[in-house]
């Protein structure tokens, strides 16, 4: 059963520019991003209270290999909630 996991719209947003960047800089590099962006993904669901605690639920979770992004989770009904910024 996969968990549910919902993604503040700007986050998304963010999240698809910066593929599109990196792309851009190297051919196939934007998906690499997106791959290790969800393999954190799958890493937060399984593991909510890794990361470093920001404030009460909030917890910063960095994406390996790619300085310019980090997610920021919380539990919101049950689910993952992720918004994203740069490192």
Same mark, same amino acid.
């Given at each position: 059963?996969e ?6 719209r ?5 999240l698809?520019e ?13 998906? #690499?991003?997106?791959r ?6 799958? =890493? @937060? +669901?399984?593991h909510?209270?890794? %990361? ?6 909030? #917890?910063r979770?960095?994406v390996?290999?790619f300085?310019?992004? =980090? @997610? +920021?989770h919380?539990k919101a009904? %049950?689910?993952?909630?992720?918004s994203?910024?740069e490192?």
């Open positions: 059963m968990a549910e996991v919902s993604f503040h700007l986050a998304e947003l963010e698809n910066a593929a599109a960047y990196y792309e851009l800089e190297k051919q196939g590099l934007g998906a #690499r991003f997106l290790e962006v969800d393999r954190c993904i799958e =890493s @937060l +669901v399984k909510p209270r890794a %990361g470093a605690i920001i404030l009460g639920n909030v #917890r979770r960095l390996r290999r300085s310019l992004c =980090s @997610l +920021v919380h009904r %049950g689910c993952p909630h992720i994203s910024h490192s």
